[in-house]
């Protein structure tokens, strides 16, 4: 079954730019979809199709995907986006999430 | 703008079935374009994806989940239910309803989830 890598953690300092990866086998061939999700709370979508944001998104967060690995690139970070973040692709009519990676910001 | 509300009960006994109801506000199941998926989340881990169905009763499921789900659609277009038979502890979990939007040009297919349910909390305990 496809499987989706993602980093367990990342750290990063207020204003500064955050990167998440996101890796699985020619992974650049499928489209990536990323997911914030917040304490107590349920996932919201912030990127799709590897580059595009959900209209309210706000324009700090930005996608790409090349050849084994998607990048969610978080611009500027703020404390409020401190969550987990997790990516997620369609394989042969089933769904695949990464195993999430928690941002920390500080 | 669509909504999704799980309901069912919160307290399922090992061994019993655990069933679901997903409540749609503000669109319909016969809406183009669109699956409906059953999400779960254990406890302080990630998200996995148990099974969707389309508005023609078409189902898809997680292969490591088959053998225990049934996914069905309701009496009227606004509801879809996932019942998981012979569940134990390892089935406790928050429980999202979400819809899918689906994407087909050419060859290439996706589909990515534009709307969440709050989340049912589900234990499996004696």
């Known amino acids: 079954s496809f499987e989706l890598i993602q980093p367990s953690s990342v750290s990063v300092s207020p204003g500064q730019t955050a990167s998440i990866t996101c890796s699985g086998y020619k992974l650049g061939d499928k489209y990536v979809h990323w997911y914030q999700q917040k304490a107590g709370q349920s996932p919201v979508l912030i990127i799709y199709q590897d580059t595009k944001r959900p209209s309210g998104i706000p324009e700090r967060f930005s996608g790409s995907n090349s050849g084994s690995t998607a990048i969610l690139t978080i611009s500027g970070t703020q404390s409020l986006d401190e969550a987990d973040y997790y990516c997620?692709?369609?394989?042969?009519?089933?769904?695949?999430f990464g195993g999430g990676t928690q941002l920390t910001v500080l | 703008q669509v909504q999704l509300h799980e309901s069912g009960p919160g307290l399922v006994k090992p061994s019993q079935t655990l069933s679901l109801t997903c409540t749609i506000s503000g669109g319909s199941i016969s809406s183009g374009g669109y699956s409906w998926s059953w999400i779960r989340q254990h406890p302080g881990k990630g998200l996995e994806w148990i099974g969707y169905?389309?508005?023609?009763?078409?189902?898809y499921y997680n292969p490591s989940l088959k053998s225990r789900l049934t996914i069905s659609l309701g009496t009227s277009n606004k509801q879809f239910s996932l019942r998981v038979t012979s569940v134990t502890a390892a089935d406790t979990a928050v429980y999202y309803c979400?819809?899918?939007?689906?994407?087909?040009?050419?060859?290439?297919?996706?589909?990515?989830?534009?709307?969440w349910g709050q989340g049912s909390l589900v234990t499996v305990s004696s």
């Open positions: 979400a819809r899918g939007k689906e994407f087909l040009s050419g060859s290439s297919s996706s589909a990515w989830f534009d709307s």
């Open positions: 169905i389309y508005y023609t009763g078409s189902t």
């Open positions: 997620q692709v369609c394989d042969i009519r089933t769904v695949v």
